[in-house]
């Protein structure tokens, strides 16, 4: 403490000043001196330090040691230890440096780097690069000390199964996972837990891009628990942004919250920029956030998700570039929604099975043809289409936007009837509200209360994209004219068609007390139009005394006294419109 004190070239590296080491300046000289008076000595004495490192834990430092000695084979024997454990403890960035760090002749010579280097490619998105280096490695396997062959067989197995991920290659994600759970090689090196939990994430994965959501579900829920139940935040962060993924598929609600939640752990570990897990979690909010309405709030998760990225191939980049077409589908700037769309399908074509969205962004990007007049175009793309594919409820509403371009309203109807059923009185498809807008607006002229329905099953789901992709401004000032209960939805819609922006939801704005009833917030959506109770029962057609149940529960619920603190406190949850992050 005293030489500290005194400035003698010492520091403290710990906060009780119990440990201190030389200052950068005169270890910087004293490694200078040493390189002129006995430079044959420092590639051994980097080795020495390599080896004290590695003994007492720190891999990183003795990697680094070991290569500025040029012991090729000791670094080397150091990153194949250490390669998962980086991974586990996040550090993605340091295993490209220590790879980058060695001579490229060193890397095609050792099997083991060769696999390492085969990983690096698939990070990069070079899934071709990636093949070729894992089928160098399996050629070099014979060559593989004996005791070192457990830990390269493991590894091989890994990136063979992460490559087929990559590629959508569902038959082969299920083949290596198979053979991984049942090795032993990664229990024997204290990592069996860490690389079944993995496996099991990966696999749900590769069954959510395939379509299999129930199979998905089970599996990345299974390694979400198993990461937090062994303290793997980053496997953690990975189950949960694919999670993120997959729930639009169950609530847009769910979705956003599990996506603002892996990237809040990215966040709170410092991967934000660096995982490919978080980029996953601003894909789903990106696209989440694109389907409420909020285009410019959109827009900045997707740049995230793309400067996280770069140019990876696999599916989570191909849903990047088609989230971007829709958005600028939804601005109206067509040219760049088409560059978008080819981007995503060039990706596409790099997968060995088609992803679960491919057949929604081809519908996207034939619906956004119609709007530019390529009705040719559409119609041939029909055409080549088989019975099956037409039937399905995305086709549907493209063909009905493409009779209504051809100004034929009857046929619009009468493509959409099939997705119409009048039992079914709320859909929560992003496909039906679009079925049933499409619908309105076939109708509008001897039905001008048409727009209900889409109005209906869009306030609840909270989704308001549709109503941008098809605008009909007349139509919602119609159906407002009409002292709808959906007059708050129609001045939002009608605010973002004018170019205004929606107001986010307050961050610290708490949930209501208790979940509101269907028939409460029936009730809830008359109080923006100023209609008086015995009006709103009699729309309603329930007695005077049940509207005032209603509003007590709601006040109640809502923690308010009045009506005008009701519709505010609503507003402020996103339940009187969509444009709120929490529903």
Known sequence: MELEDAGAFVVAVDPERSWFRYHHLFEDLLALELRRIAPQEVPGLHTIAAEWWAEHGYPVEAIRHAQAGENWGLAARLLADNWFGLYFDGRLATRRELLSGFPAGVVAADPELVVLAGADKRAAGSLEETERYLGLAARMSASVPEDRRGRFTIALAFERFELARARNDLRAVAEEAQRLVASTDATEFGLGEEVRTRVLTDLGIAEMW???LEDAERHLDQGLEEARRISRPMLELHALAHLALLSPFRSLATAEQRAMQAIELARKHGWEETA????????????????????????????????????????????LYATRGLLAFARGRHAEAAAAYRDAERMERLLVMPHMFTARVQALKLQMLVRV????????????????????????????ALRLARDDPEAAVDVLAPLLDDSTPVMASAWDIEALLLEAIARALRDPGAASRALDVAEPAGLLLPFLL??????????????????????????????????????????PLEPLSRSELRVLRYLPTNRPAPEIAAELFVSLNTIRTHLRNVYAELGVHNRADAVTRARELGLLSPSSLGR
């Open 470 to 511: 098809y605008p009909t401004a007349e139509l919602l000032e119609r159906q407002a004219r009409l002292r709808t209960t959906h007059a708050s939805l129609i001045a939002e819609i009608l605010n973002l068609l004018s170019g205004h922006t929606p107001a986010a939801r307050p961050k610290d704005a708490a949930p």
């Open 210 to 212: 395939s379509g299999r």
């Open 276 to 319: 490919p897990a978080a980029a996953a979690a601003y894909v789903a909010l990106g696209g989440a956030t694109v389907w409420r309405g909020r285009l410019g709030e959109a827009e900045s998760w997707l740049d995230l998700a793309e400067r996280v990225l770069g140019h990876d191939t696999q599916p989570t980049a191909a849903t």
């Open 373 to 400: 007049g390529e009705t040719e175009q559409v119609e041939r793309a029909l055409a080549e289409m088989d019975q099956e594919e037409r039937d399905t409820s995305q086709v549907r509403v493209v063909l009905a």
